[in-house]
């Protein structure tokens, strides 16, 4: 599985966007962009994946470069609850089989009033 | 409905004794995992079952023994318990190659 580089941490105000940044500069053809977050004292919590296209959901959306080496996770409308730290995660998706999930540091996201 | 629980949430022990964490998942997926989240908060995968089949095994001292009575069952039996075991053991589940969905996490704090 590829790795990823994420900054260690960032603030953002609440009601303004969160943007988050990770590198993944190794990533392979069949590697999808994982983003999953854990709120304090709980268990990481999926948020968001892709493979190529951009993606949006309920939660989030992901925009992936181009060239598929980095990835920015957006929450439109950060509130304190996002308070939270950010894992961006790469592994190849169900053709690979059996794959587990390779936790980095993550970026701990600071929401402030 | 809680998708993926554990129990217990926390657990104090003593060193050398044996311990088992309960894990059921109400999500009808055939992958199961169990995670070590040590003090410096990184989270590392320890097992992952497959329809009641070990197919990760991530060098884990075998004082861990993962069993898997049914696929919606994954318990977690530790051995002779030390210090270094403290930490907050996370289980989860996922459809195969889909997301996973975790516990909330069994504290364990070995004195």
């Known amino acids: 599985d590829a790795k990823t580089t994420q900054p260690p941490s960032m603030d953002c105000a609440e009601g303004r966007a969160a943007n988050l940044p990770c590198n993944h500069s190794?990533?392979?053809?069949?590697?999808?962009v994982y983003w999953y977050r854990q709120i304090h004292s709980q268990g990481p919590q999926y948020i968001i994946h892709?493979?190529?296209n951009n993606e949006t959901n309920e939660m989030a959306s992901l925009i992936i470069t181009e060239d598929r080496k980095s990835s920015t996770l957006i929450l439109p409308h950060a509130t304190l609850r996002d308070t939270a730290v950010y894992y961006c995660?790469?592994?190849?998706?169900?053709?690979?089989?059996?794959?587990?999930?390779?936790f980095g540091a993550g970026t701990r996201l600071a929401v402030h009033p | 409905d809680t998708a993926v629980s554990q129990t217990p949430k926390y657990l104090v022990t003593q060193m050398g004794n044996d311990k088992s964490i309960k894990c059921e998942q109400n999500?009808?997926?055939?992958?199961m995992y169990w995670y070590k989240q040590d003090s410096k908060k990184f989270l590392k995968i320890m097992f992952s079952?497959?329809?009641?089949?070990?197919?990760i095994n991530e060098t884990v001292p075998n004082r861990f023994s993962p069993k898997s009575p049914d696929k919606a069952h994954l318990n977690l039996h530790i051995n002779s318990l030390e210090l270094g075991d403290s930490a907050v053991y996370f289980c989860?589940?996922?459809?195969?190659?889909?997301?996973?969905?975790f516990g909330q996490g069994t504290r364990l704090t070995v004195v």
């Open positions: 989860a589940s996922s459809p195969l190659g889909g997301e996973a969905f």
């Open positions: 190794t990533i392979s053809g069949n590697e999808y």
């Open positions: 892709g493979l190529k």
């Open positions: 995660i790469v592994r190849a998706g169900i053709s690979g089989g059996y794959n587990k999930l390779i």
């Open positions: 999500l009808g997926h055939d992958t």
């Open positions: 079952y497959n329809n009641k089949e070990l197919i």
